[in-house]
């Protein structure tokens, strides 16, 4: 096989329509903002991947792509040498607050993860291999994914109704679970919670039992409770969800709801990176992490990951942030390839009415998504959409999330401040 | 690139001259086993292993083997399924009581470590590339190795002195030491201790530190000393040594003799599989663990438990037994894949003079193995080698490793029994 070496890389912002669905911290902006990193190689091959958006994420993306040409693209090692070299002192900056504290660990593991990615893409396409087949191999040829259940707006403030309809309401959730679980064949639910008083979600999880009796439920207020709503809520829903995802912020007081509950806690919020594991293990905080390549560092340290939750008895699923087909695809080869994953995967993919990838590859069956061919991730950027989307980001004057600010909007002394139950 | 399915293997045991080396449980036989691996390929292409060459493993390998026709040569996760559902309900059998107690699940990852170096071998000769490579890439282009010292007799009994001459005071060990570091330049020096009473290795350490002021020192005793010895000994050697390996048996003994010392404690017998893991850092056990992808599963799984040891603060280096070039080749690649190898790794190359590769891809310089250029492992199989080793291995009569008879030939009332001291 020749060389396989980095030349170059273009990072191109994009913002895409997203609906108002609301959490714990806020509302979404009507767009959020991803990047679309293409790694050039000398073989002519170019590795795609999808990352954060935002400012800070562009930033590093930009200082650490400086660094890349004459990385070797199976170099993951060097990659991940070179993109600390090259943010050294950075500010920490999360992409979001619903994904943990910030740390230059993270910050530099989630600018590995955007450029792994897209040199495993390009690993692939050289090679005429699917990514899951270079991540150790398919154990699943097709990933479970959950419908992800939330509260929303009919429209965002002074726009027209968009085509999803309001749910503010246990009648409203249980139409949006019919509707995702119609048309997708979702085999699981999650709602995300921490948006009403702990009784109007514990109701809509009732309701969603009483209208999807075999569905397995999960429900994720964010951390907007205190420990002791948590054990309250904890109480109310244990022998009806699967799983209860960061009702409470930080280990500590994950574990303090642990010890007190049999319902297995899920987080994506309290062990959100590697020096988060030996605490989050040592006190009980949590039975399930939800992993996710974009923020732990990329496919190998997802599997890295994966490996610790096996070896420590803990479940694995995986988060999911606002994002489109090419964090899909690879969201699905790398949940093919890990043998311990044991609850269906988290997607927003439904609320998404715009797409970067070309139709065809990507398509749930029965609410998973079968592992599209390769070679690579077995996508291809779609290019007048990639332009269309460059310029709505050029347009909309958004450049980092705010979920805050838009709740202020209509809800004048908004704070975001948790927890608020 | 065209698939890479397997077709078919190939498993030839092979008998190897062993010098009269001391442990804990007694003396190395005139013959150690090992089996050389070949996986065969619809490429035409065949990778190389090496393995364990006891009886058991034997079979474990056959037994596997007859499952591994249409796997292909990349679905690591493919291999260990399918050697799991071939052993089944094996009987657990640890090829050496040196590296731990036997558990089936040990016996799997032994079992899939023979196949999957020996189908990184056959990828990378498929893309012309190093097994490095294909592991996330080189760190470090040459692995450190440390001189490995043992107590030994001048020759087997009956037999005529051996080339490496005898070495059973601490003069015997310090001149055994000079030959090794001016023979390969080893940085560092491991004695394999539990052989005689404590005492006796302390001032054998003494000597070595009067020897070679600048080189970190190690004392492995095979878990041979109760718990009260290992403090003895560690207050003893305490800012001597670098580390204490396996001073007494189990995580409990280990765990306690930690808590007494600040010697840092390394293990290759009470951590020696991912179900010890987690009580061995819940209960501090140890503050090192000595990899071996032999048993821990291979390449992939040793990666696992270097991620581990990231994750938890846990120095790593890697364990070795008596081993040809093959193993070597592996080892290398694999240490200089893993950024965490925080000690140079043990070898018993030294010891060996008969070799299975053909010369020139393994040279230590300076204590250190550069990494063989691949394809592959970047070793060639030395046909007539092979064809003498095996007809050794028929000849010999040896069928497992057993170092308590022979020492029952110089000891009648020998037992092997731990701890001794």
Same mark, same amino acid.
């Given at each position: 096989?020749?060389?396989?070496?980095?030349? %170059?890389?273009?990072?191109?912002?994009?913002?895409?329509? /997203?609906?108002?669905?609301? $959490?714990?911290?806020?509302?979404?902006?009507?767009?959020?903002?991803?990047?679309?990193?293409?790694?050039?190689?000398?073989?002519?091959?170019?590795?795609?991947?999808? &990352? @954060? *958006?935002?400012?800070?994420? +562009?930033?590093? =993306?930009?200082? &650490?792509?400086?660094?890349?040409?004459?990385?070797?693209?199976?170099?993951? $090692?060097?990659?991940?040498?070179?993109? %600390?070299?090259?943010? !050294?002192?950075?500010?920490?900056?999360?992409?979001? #607050?619903?994904?943990?504290?910030?740390?230059?660990?993270?910050?530099?593991?989630?600018?590995?993860? &955007?450029?792994?990615?897209?040199?495993?893409?390009?690993?692939?396409?050289?090679?005429?291999?699917?990514?899951?087949?270079?991540?150790? %191999?398919?154990?699943?040829?097709?990933?479970?994914?959950?419908?992800?259940?939330?509260?929303?707006?009919?429209?965002?403030?002074?726009?027209?109704?968009?085509?999803?309809? #309001? &749910? =503010?309401?246990?009648?409203?959730?249980?139409?949006?679970?019919?509707?995702?679980?119609?048309? @997708?064949?979702?085999?699981?639910?999650?709602?995300?919670? *921490?948006?009403?008083?702990? #009784?109007?979600?514990?109701?809509?999880?009732?309701? +969603?039992?009483?209208?999807?009796?075999?569905?397995?439920?999960?429900?994720?207020?964010?951390?907007?409770?205190?420990?002791?709503?948590?054990?309250?809520?904890?109480?109310?829903?244990?022998?009806? +969800?699967?799983?209860?995802?960061?009702?409470?912020?930080?280990?500590? *007081?994950?574990?303090?709801?642990?010890?007190?509950?049999?319902?297995?806690?899920?987080?994506?919020?309290?062990?959100?990176?590697?020096?988060?594991?030996?605490?989050?293990?040592?006190?009980?905080?949590?039975?399930?992490?939800?992993?996710?390549?974009?923020?732990?560092? !990329?496919?190998?340290?997802?599997?890295? =990951?994966?490996?610790?939750?096996?070896?420590?008895?803990?479940?694995?699923?995986?988060?999911? $942030?606002?994002?489109?087909? +090419?964090?899909?695809?690879?969201?699905?080869?790398?949940?093919?390839?890990?043998? $311990?994953?044991?609850?269906?995967?988290?997607?927003?993919?439904?609320?998404?009415?715009?797409?970067?990838? #070309?139709? *065809?590859?990507?398509?749930?069956?029965?609410?998973?998504?079968?592992?599209?061919? %390769?070679? !690579?991730?077995?996508?291809?950027?779609?290019? /007048?959409?990639?332009?269309?989307?460059? !310029?709505?980001?050029?347009?909309?004057?958004?450049?980092?999330?705010?979920?805050?600010?838009?709740?202020?909007?209509?809800?004048?002394?908004?704070?975001?401040?948790?927890?608020?139950?």
């Amino acid at each position: 096989m020749s060389k396989l070496t980095v030349t %170059g890389v273009t990072i191109t912002p994009i913002a895409v329509q /997203d609906p108002p669905l609301l $959490n714990s911290v806020g509302v979404h902006q009507p767009y959020a903002l991803r990047s679309i990193v293409e790694v050039h190689t000398d073989a002519g091959i170019t590795g795609l991947s999808e &990352a @954060y *958006g935002d400012d800070p994420t +562009l930033a590093n =993306l930009h200082k &650490a792509a400086a660094a890349l040409p004459g990385l070797d693209a199976f170099d993951v $090692n060097g990659l991940t040498r070179r993109v %600390g070299v090259a943010l !050294g002192q950075v500010t920490p900056d999360s992409p979001t #607050e619903l994904v943990g504290a910030p740390s230059v660990a993270k910050t530099v593991a989630s600018t590995v993860s &955007a450029f792994e990615v897209a040199l495993f893409d390009a690993q692939g396409k050289a090679l005429g291999r699917r990514v899951c087949d270079l991540l150790g %191999g398919a154990v699943r040829e097709s990933v479970p994914f959950s419908g992800y259940l939330f509260y929303k707006w009919a429209g965002h403030p002074g726009e027209e109704p968009d085509e999803f309809g #309001e &749910a =503010l309401d246990p009648d409203g959730i249980v139409a949006q679970a019919k509707w995702l679980v119609d048309r @997708y064949g979702f085999g699981s639910l999650k709602l995300k919670g *921490g948006v009403f008083p702990p #009784e109007q979600e514990i109701a809509a999880i009732h309701a +969603l039992r009483a209208a999807f009796p075999d569905h397995p439920l999960r429900l994720d207020p964010n951390a907007n409770w205190t420990v002791d709503t948590s054990h309250y809520v904890a109480g109310a829903l244990e022998g009806v +969800l699967e799983y209860l995802e960061d009702p409470t912020p930080g280990i500590p *007081g994950m574990a303090a709801v642990a010890a007190r509950t049999g319902l297995p806690l899920a987080t994506n919020m309290c062990v959100t990176s590697f020096d988060d594991v030996p605490a989050g293990i040592a006190q009980g905080a949590v039975q399930i992490i939800l992993s996710d390549h974009h923020f732990w560092g !990329g496919f190998r340290a997802s599997q890295k =990951l994966a490996g610790i939750c096996e070896t420590f008895g803990l479940g694995l699923s995986m988060h999911s $942030n606002t994002h489109l087909g +090419l964090s899909l695809a690879a969201m699905t080869h790398l949940a093919a390839a890990v043998p $311990n994953l044991t609850y269906a995967c988290d997607t927003h993919s439904p609320w998404q009415t715009e797409e970067i990838v #070309e139709p *065809g590859a990507l398509s749930f069956v029965d609410g998973a998504m079968p592992v599209p061919d %390769g070679p !690579g991730l077995g996508v291809t950027l779609d290019r /007048d959409a990639l332009a269309r989307l460059h !310029g709505q980001y050029l347009g909309c004057g958004i450049r980092r999330r705010d979920d805050i600010t838009p709740m202020r909007a209509v809800h004048p002394d908004w704070t975001g401040e948790r927890p608020r139950f």
